[in-house]
């Protein structure tokens, strides 16, 4: 509720005659409950700003002492002549957006409602700013600004904090249009209010670094530690088996193993691996978030080669055993298997560091993905959805957690085949029943008809940026709620760091801009300060270039510090720390990773293609932001699914589906 300012050249009230003479009117000649048609004559002897009727502005008709207010979708000439001077007739369609009300003690109020609904005749003009701040202001104690309001600059965006948090929200537009720098802006409001909050970022291009220097830590392939055990056996299996058919008995195997392993694991304080001699009956399964050790896990295994009534599984053991030790051998998967066989409960430490709890002052932790093996991206983000969830519920609401999905259609696709259940499953569980414990949602993505739309209908605000694609426009213009169905002709043509955001967040859908975020804020700064500086004149240095890639790939031979010498072979003359101890008798035997030779399609072994400290890999420092690093690979894995390429095909009913979803909401 606004209190109306002294008149100041107004249409209504203490409007002067030179107010009402600037101001182009038009008079209503159609209306039925949701649309209107305003007939109006322009002279272009007037020039005025006043004097322009275009589409995507607001209008307001004077009923009484109300106000209708209309949003302009299409203007037109009434007839197919148009004189050079001289006045012209035009009809101007509008979809009815709400009403003003205006209080005998001069309160104004907006509500979305039309009680009047305007007569024939009844006098239209532009609306005034007094009334645009009316229809866009957010009466909730806690709000966040974001932006301001395209039509006029001066009318903030403010966003309804509690909503946006926990009832999910979803930024989606084509590439380069602002998600990521309006995601950022988003993040960095919401936690300069709720320093109780956390942030959990899945980066895959690492842009997210940038941004938040000071506020958040980076977990990389250099120093994520996510150890195998905390991966639920679905995860485990993803990274061991990666989806390839006919490999069900090692599965079975394997899940037994890890039951076996857990149900006898020792916990030795003195960080030596020991083996129960018998299975506790503590009713562990391969699912139960407890430690085990590797080299407990290649005992189990062992044993039962070992004996003689599992004749017939024995091939089936070996070929598990092999795939598993030449995993594990794998420098890229040292972010699971480091610190394998080391004893004591680390779950505690690593939840801290993942989870920044406490936080430091530093809320968000930003998982780089783009350095991360392609084979076990679906499962870490299947892991740290479920963590969030599990944390949330486990401590009660205390641990509240936003997680911030980039790339979205990527984890929970539309097509219910295609990516990977658990993780499908562990992030519906958050949009669908998150909000009672405080685990948050929000979703990014540029191509919002290929994500899942029962995890899309759950994102209750939605910061609609510029669609090219007609299917996800068509997704998105379902969404929205009355009176902004029109928006969706917007959609294709608004300006980059624009957006339509509606829902439960605003009180009115909202044509909006964001602030504007300095060069050095943006996700991805780093490597627009490098392109500006050798536009400045910065000289190209090759052989340093050159000696960063070699570098990388020495840190992915073992010679973490780069200096061109790598680590003497362990097993000669010393036994690498690090290594687990099965893989020494396990390397006679293994001459290739796979027995009889790779399956089809597989490479023998997976070659290494990131950077990687193997000595950090598993390291229990929380590291701070890492300083820019130009030459780090940051294209994204190998997606499962191209921007443009692999389009649903079922989109057209996955969009009735959200329509429906969405509508139906109330
Ligand atoms: N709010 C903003 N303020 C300043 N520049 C912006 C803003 N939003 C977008 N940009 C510009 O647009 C570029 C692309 O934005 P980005 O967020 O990376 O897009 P997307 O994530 O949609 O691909 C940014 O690098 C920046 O130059
Ligand atoms: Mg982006």
Redesign the pocket.
Known sequence: MLNKPAPEGGPQGGESAEGQRRRTRGHVVDCDGQRAIILAIVDPAIQHMQNHWAVGQLISIQEGTNRVVGQTYKVESATTRWAESGANSLLIHIELVGEIQERENGETLFSSGIANYPRIGAVAHRIRTFDLAAIYENDSDDTIMV?HLTQDASIAAKIDLEKLISRHFAVV?????????????ILRKIIECRSDLRVVILDPHN?FTAAFPAQSVVKDSRNLSLPFWLFNFDEFSEVVFRGQKGLEVEGELLRDFIAEAKERYDDGRDNVARLKKTRASNGYTANSPVAYRLDDLFKVIDERLGQLDGKHEKPAIKALRDRLAAIIRDQRFGFMFGQSNAGGDRMTQVLAEIFRVPHNGRQISIVDMSALPAEVVNSVVSVLSRLVYDLAVSSQGAIQTLLVCEEAHRYVPADREAGFFPTRQAIARIAKEGRKYGAYLGI?S?RPSEIDPSILSQCNTVFA?RLANQADQKIIGGAMTNGAQTSINFLSSIA??ECIAFGEALKTPMRMT??????AQ???SHI?EMRQAVRNGLEVDLTAIVRRMREADQIMQGDPDGIGVTAPAPGVGQRDARRPAFLDDAEQEIAAPFPGGPPPGEPPTIAPSLPQRPSQAGSTGASTSAPPRPLQRSEPAPAPYSDTGARNQGGGSSGKSLIHSFRSRG
Do not use: A, C, D
């Open positions: 932006g537009g084509s590439t380069g249009v602002g998600k990521s720098t309006s995601v950022s802006l842009e990014v540029q940026m980059n760091r964001f602030e504007n975020i300095g060069k943006l996700p991805g627009y």
